[in-house]
């Protein structure tokens, strides 16, 4: 099956970031979990950290930086996601939780700046 450019290149972004969280010693626990509120691109453990990652992928920053676009409305998303996902999942319940953007930025052919900032928001 052929994907469409941008999916193909956002899968390729989300492959990045998660070969980078786990070369920093995070350990994978979702992907693409997906609910009727919304989607969590990755759910990782950091010790007793649960990290919630969204990917931001750009080829260009004519649209502003990827990081950029995760604004008050998708942080909103995510928590409101996040929420849904801790509720089926007792396990992770009582652990501390983190939201993690992962920003990776097209610079050149096959190249690319990624820029992980770690605690990127918090939920109010």
């Not at 990782?44 to 950029?68: I, K």
């Not at 801790?86 to 050149?108: M, N, S």
């Amino acid at each position: 099956m052929n994907r469409a450019p941008h999916l193909a290149a956002g899968q390729r972004a989300e492959d990045q970031a998660l070969e980078l969280l786990r070369r920093a010693g995070l350990t994978l626990i979702a992907r693409n979990y997906r609910c009727p509120l919304g989607e969590l691109d990755l759910v990782m453990a950091h010790g007793e950290m649960l990290v919630v990652v969204e990917v931001r992928y750009r080829r260009d920053r004519g649209f502003g930086s990827a990081a950029d676009s995760v604004d008050a409305r998708k942080r909103d998303k995510l928590l409101r996601t996040a929420q849904h996902f801790l509720q089926q999942d007792a396990r992770y319940r009582r652990r501390p939780l983190r939201f993690d953007v992962v920003a990776i930025k097209e610079t050149g052919a096959d190249q690319a700046e990624t820029d992980w900032i770690q605690d990127a928001f918090h939920a109010d």
